[in-house]
């Protein structure tokens, strides 16, 4: 514990012919490393003993005058026993004065919650004796000086006096507190004036930096640290820097910091300078920034400008990164800005020249080039002939077939493909290919090979509402009617009759070279059954089936797979004057049969009719015969009467 030191020695003196009230606060002057308690009951207990053993003893002034020795009966007999007895002792104004004039000169008022500035006394192993002017020192915690390990007697420090005695008397100071108060003032200052202050980097967070800032932890957002995108934040961290505190939010005691901000105010003015200079065709050096999947940034010395995707080769590309990389320095021309030079749009393709003036004089149409696919559309494929040089294969140019299908059923991307050179513009710089051309075009021996009458086997490539087209070979298409495809069944669609990659047996019934198109028939493949069921289920003829369906107007009977025949309503009356039902068996007789039409009507209630006809036609022959007979017979009557007046007359 450190010594009790006087302030000073004519105070100290003054202070023993005060009261005890009094005396206690020299006490406390004077003991500033001891305990307080302890050092007023040792001043205590000397004054006591001076007053009653010593009266007369002698005390030096500080210009070390002796006071005159006065008499034991003088001194108790001007003693002032109340004052005694009270605890107090009367002591002059002057002097008085005096006191209080060195308490201000040479204390301070050690308010509790107060920051003050204090200085290093002596330090120990674990501790710093801290001098603030007050009745005492104040010891601090050496860790709450870890920051500064070169902390060294005789250093300014700043202290909060957080208790001005605690129970043993001590004064509490505390160092971390004071820095904590003064850095809010400080970092509110600093947010305010706009003022540049030191920071350390401590270590990474999420989404950027902690930052040492007068105490205070704030956050570097990963954004912030520098213009140019971050890919090593570690190589920040235990590095002082400068910042700029941009936000502050007081509720939470959150502090936002930036680094990038002061570089920001330095390039603005390199940048108004850049701008100042740009030209159109202007060719300058810059740094690849960021790469994206549309484009690359390039810093120009502060300025940003775009190089499109479509700008940084002649070739046709996927992705920048295949053409450039970060921090690579390149030479790029600028193609064109906006009024205010904020957006810059940059080349480097430009910077070379085009294939298509590279592209040699002896390409012609009609050449067989090679080249890789790079693109596949919906409508075709994009073929590198050259570096740059791209021609296209439409989708009709890849196959002889008039089946049009998708251009990846032919080629994929990165084959190295054949084709023949169909159209070539050169001002345009377009080129069209073709991959059939290399293949004889199967149409030229058309009608040797598919003569009308002949029948072939085909592949049911396509369905519309009219019929069905088939494949005979790669590059030869056949349509088929829908009339042509059943003799005997009605088809109201061709997916009723047969599905897309099926095998169809077919007939060429027509060939039209020019017009490459080819009519066939799948029926005719087989005879007609209809002929000879114009022969069985002729008009007339009787035939027995069961009632299938009743129906709205009637009902049907089938004879066989083919041939199903209508029985009108008034057809169905049976002889007794019933009708036929759903499931009767029953004779029906054929009184309509279109074969074009494949159309059979049929009637139950003409057998018996016509079998009623037939009778009453038989009785009426029978009763005209016996008619006949009749008459006759009379007849002769007649001539015989006749006869016998002639003979009669003969005779007279």
Known sequence: MAETKPKNTEAADKAEDKPKAKAKAKTETKSKAEPKAKAKEKEESEETTEIQAEPQAEVKTPEVEQKE????????KDFNWHNYEEGIEQVEDAKLKEFETLVEENFVDTADEEVVEGTVIHLTDREAIIDINAKSEGVISLNEFRYNPDLKVGDKVEVLIDVREDKTGQLVLSHRKARTIKAWDRVNAAHDNGEIVNGFVKCRTKGGMIVDVFGIEAFLPGSQIDVKPIRDYDQYVGKTMEFKVVKINHEFKNVVVSHKALIEADIEEQKKEIIGQLEKGQVLEGVVKNITSYGVFIDLGGVDGLIHITDLSWSRINHPNEVVELDQKLNVVILDFDDNKSRIQLGLKQLQKHPWEALGEEVSIGDKVKGKVVVIADYGAFIEVAEGVEGLIHVSEMSWSTHLRSAQDFVNVGDEVEAVILTLDRDERKMSLGIKQLTPDPWT??????????????????????????????????????????????????????????????EVLELDVEGRKLSLGHKQTTSNPWDKYEDDFAVGTVHKAEIAEIVDKGATINFNEDIVAFVPSRHLEKEDGKKLGKGETADFKIIEFNKEFKRVVVSHTAIFRDEEEKNVKVAAAKKKTASQSEKTTLGDIDALAELKEKMDSKKK
Do not use: A, C, M
Request: charged fraction near 25%; hydrophobic fraction near 35%; charge should be negative.
């Open 445 to 506: 021996d058309i009608t040797t090979k598919y003569p009308v009458g002949s029948t072939h086997t085909g592949i049911v490539r396509n369905f519309t509402n009219f019929g069905v087209f088939v494949e005979l070979e790669e590059g030869i298409d056949g349509l088929i009617y829908i009339s042509d495809l059943s003799w005997t069944k009605k088809i109201k669609h061709p997916s009723e009759f047969v599905t897309v990659g099926d095998k169809l047996e077919v």
């Open 69 to 76: 020795t006065v008499s034991q009966e003088d001194f108790l």
